[in-house]
């Protein structure tokens, strides 16, 4: 049903109205993006060259190690318990 007017549609008006409006979204969106890509920069080679520089000393082994995200006292425990992490495995892992 149309909220608008209090129309009321079959389910194969439905389909076609929600293939129609389909179809405009996505027509919008490519039109949307193409004026992007229009008003956007060409990027050129020196430009993006004043990004990169080299490093005077290499990483260390400590700096290239990632480090796992870290559990809040107050965050569900990740065992899947359902409770606190404080009061689940809190104790375990010191």
Same mark, same amino acid.
């Given at each position: *049903?149309?909220?608008?007017?209090?129309?009321?549609?079959?389910?194969?008006?439905?389909?076609? *109205?929600?293939?129609?409006?389909?179809?405009?979204?996505?027509?919008?969106?490519?039109?949307?993006?193409?004026?992007?890509?229009?008003?956007?920069?060409?990027?050129?080679?020196?430009?993006?060259?004043?990004?990169?520089?080299?490093?005077?000393? /290499?990483?260390?082994?400590?700096?290239?190690?990632?480090? /796992? /995200?870290?559990?809040?006292?107050?965050? /569900?425990?990740?065992?899947?318990?359902?409770?606190?992490?404080?009061?689940?495995?809190?104790?375990?892992?010191?």
């Amino acid at each position: *049903m149309d909220t608008r007017d209090g129309l009321i549609y079959t389910p194969e008006q439905m389909e076609k *109205m929600k293939k129609l409006w389909a179809k405009a979204e996505d027509e919008m969106h490519k039109n949307m993006l193409d004026n992007l890509k229009a008003q956007m920069p060409k990027p050129n080679k020196e430009s993006e060259e004043r990004f990169i520089k080299e490093m005077i000393i /290499p990483p260390t082994k400590k700096q290239m190690e990632r480090k /796992p /995200p870290r559990i809040g006292r107050n965050e /569900p425990c990740p065992c899947g318990s359902g409770k606190k992490f404080k009061k689940c495995c809190l104790g375990s892992i010191k």
